[in-house]
């Protein structure tokens, strides 16, 4: 390989990643009806449920007796679900437009592709987290860390919009198709849905749900969340939490980055 | 390999589901050549070209684009092509500009540099006026025309345009052709061109190849092609519909029967166009009166037909709902 060729193929990859970043983050900014769906529908369904809800509170065991500080950690899980469609009905519209087969022409990295796309995530990430920390707040939720606990939820809820991202990216890779992003939107709901969403785990009676609901990683990141703003700081509950969200976040991301390898394809 | 810019021998793909795509093609491309590659939608020419241009592998065969191997030295091959793939691929969301420092960027090049060189080329394809406005915005002839200065950033030497101008007004494909003809003649970059227009190969190609289910069925130069049907055919529509069973058994003596329009006969006349004369004879003498009659000199639409047995304007109609397969993924051969 002649010296021009390596330097044209090693073109820097903090660069490339830079570059696609901005480009992932324009465009998603650039879709209205991608985030304001994704900012609308949680804070909807936390109204609806810390009004319909607020009796539970009555239960004996219940963490709190604000259902509003309970509720608050799901708008953070159902944002970062919105994560995956979009990630997913990106990565899928520059599979069908022929964008990657443009980008595969490049010296581009298949690295930056995937940094540059998780850029993207993240930035539709931060507003959301944001987003659902003030609003919260400023309907009586109460951040019991304070507000190093605040940026500590940030984190957290960027890890888990990241890893959902990664799942909508690994399903818009394999199949090449928007179709099948939106197909998996209902599953990821489900998995929310069975999880420590409504109840506390320990005050679900009926034994199936209270299984799937444990053996459910959806159900620690919420507790994680949940213990920043009702506990205070809970090691455990952090500790599960981050590693439920930055291990799904690796299985998925080593999932597209194989799937990206297939269908990246050149030689 | 001696110097050509693009050199396949015996290359064919397959794909897990359906028939071959690629059937075993050999061509030669010279440097500074521009080489159309015209056949019908599913002929197999964006298989080709996707191979070529490193994004598929070949099932078999080998290919060898700005003298490097195209399974064995991918990063050098695209280092020296630039190509503008079927339909244009743009983001919507993004302005022409961005598009421009994306690719730029992408290719290595920094600051004044990749300004310099994007609005260089932004110019060139006359968006300078709409540079800053997003694609999605766009009319088709202009973003093909920032398709085509996108691929040529890194100043590639050779230059793939797959079907640059389907759906293209007339206009906005004249204009395209010319700037394709002005690289070509000015840069001497080597133009690889696909499309499914007779027009367009005749317009632009030093060369064609005429591909047909996944083989080459015809290659030479636009004349030498047609030369080699010879041959003119005559068209010719009687003044009363019921004398067009007539006029086929008239016209059936100075040829064979070749495609037309359904209210008119037409034959590809077997002594050339010296027997026109004698096919105005012929029909006043059946008091068949014609209401037009027309000369066809050859074209490559009847080198096609001589080649395959069918007219490729015909296939275009015909197959346009069966549109060229996608590649499907296949695992990388390498990273």
Known sequence: MTEAVRSAVDSGLPRQVGMLARRSVLRTMRQ???????????????????????????????????????????????????????????????????????LSLTPLRRMALMMGQLAGILALGVIQAVTFLLVGVAFGAGIEAG???????????????????????????????????????????????????????????????????????????????????????????????????VGLALIALVAASSALRTRMVRT | MSGAAIEASDLVRDFKKGPRAVDGIDLRVEPGEVYGFLGPNGAGKSTTVHMLTTLLPPTSGSARVAGHDVVTEGPAVRAAIGAALQEAALDPFLTGREHMTLQTALHGMRGTAARDRGEELIARVGLSQAADRRVGGYSGGMKRRLDLALALVHRPRILFLDEPTTGLDVQ????????????????????????????????????????????????????????????????????????????????????????????????????????????????????????????????????????????????????????????????????
């Open chain 1, 32 to 102: 209205p009806a991608m985030v304001v769906p994704s900012l609308v529908f949680p804070l909807l369904l936390l109204s609806i449920n810390s009004s319909g809800l607020e009796s539970t509170t009555q239960l004996p065991g219940f963490p709190t007796d604000n259902y509003l500080d309970f509720a608050l950690a799901i708008a953070f899980v159902q944002g970062a679900l919105f994560s995956a469609n979009s990630a997913g009905t990106n990565v899928a519209n520059d599979i069908e437009s022929g964008f990657l087969n443009r």
């Open chain 1, 147 to 245: 507000l190093p606990g605040a940026i500590v939820i940030v984190l957290m809820s960027l890890t888990i919009s990241a890893a959902f991202g990664c799942i909508g990216a690994f399903v818009a890779l394999r199949s090449g198709t928007g179709e099948a992003v939106q197909g998996i939107f209902p599953l990821l709901f489900a998995a929310l849905f069975l999880s420590s969403m409504a109840l506390p785990r320990d005050l679900i009676e009926i034994n199936w749900f209270q299984t799937v609901a444990t053996y459910n990683p959806v159900s620690y990141m919420l507790e994680g969340i949940r213990s920043l703003v009702i506990t205070g700081w809970d090691g455990e509950a952090l500790a599960l939490g981050f590693a439920c969200a």
């Open chain 2, 172 to 335: 906005s494909r004249t204009s395209l052709w010319e700037e394709v003809g002005r690289l070509a003649a000015d840069r001497g970059v080597t133009v690889f061109l696909t499309t499914q227009y007779l027009e367009e190969a005749d317009v632009l190609a030093d060369r064609v190849g005429i591909i047909h289910k996944g083989a080459i069925v015809a290659e030479g130069t636009p004349e030498a092609l047609k030369a080699e049907i010879g041959r003119p055919s005559v068209e010719a529509v009687p003044a009363e519909r019921e004398d067009l069973p007539r006029m086929k058994q008239v016209l059936a003596r100075f040829g064979e029967s070749v495609p037309g329009s359904p209210k008119a006969v037409a034959v590809r006349l077997d002594g050339g166009d010296a027997q026109l004369a004698e096919v105005v004879r012929a029909l006043d003498a059946e008091d068949i009166h014609v209401e037009h009659l027309q000369l066809h000199a050859p074209t490559l639409d009847d080198v096609f037909l001589s080649k395959t047995g069918r007219s490729l304007e015909g296939e275009a109609e015909e197959e346009t709902a069966d549109e060229e397969e996608e590649p499907e993924p296949t695992e990388a051969v390498a990273a």
